[in-house]
């Protein structure tokens, strides 16, 4: 009988099932799920939580290891996440003309 582990990765405001799914078979321990969640945490630090969830061949599933990121930071929102009504739009520059002095003497 062959297990395997999802992991559910989720941010900000997230349900776990709503989260990244990964499976791993590498995770058979709570010890082993515990450095990893550490890891992925210290690497990616917008990861709010991380459960394990050990699955068997029948289909049968089991919570045995879940992690809250304590320094965990929202990840700001992209520039064309902002309402288009409240951009402002650049200025462009008047590109100033040349005299023909200064561009015979190159100023």
């Known amino acids: 009988m ?3 582990t999802e992991v559910y990765i989720c941010g900000e405001g997230q349900a776990l099932k709503e989260g990244k799914l ?3 078979d590498s995770i058979y321990e709570k010890a082993d799920a515990k450095g ?3 890891y992925r945490c210290i690497r990616d630090s917008s990861i709010f939580k991380i459960a394990y969830y050990r699955v068997n061949t029948e289909g049968e599933f089991r ?3 879940s992690y809250s ?3 965990a930071r929202s990840v700001p929102k ?3 996440d902002i309402d288009p009504s409240k951009r402002k739009r650049r ?5 100033v003309k040349k005299s023909w002095w200064q ?3 190159g100023k």
């Not at 200025?91 to 590109?95: C, D, I, M, Q």
């Open 91 to 95: 200025r462009l520059k008047k590109k």
């Open 78 to 80: 992209k520039p064309g």
């Open 69 to 71: 990121n304590p320094h």
């Open 36 to 38: 990893d969640a550490e």
């Open 2 to 4: 062959a297990e395997t």
């Open 103 to 105: 561009k015979l003497f």
């Open 63 to 65: 919570l045995f290891y």
């Open 22 to 24: 990964e499976y791993s």
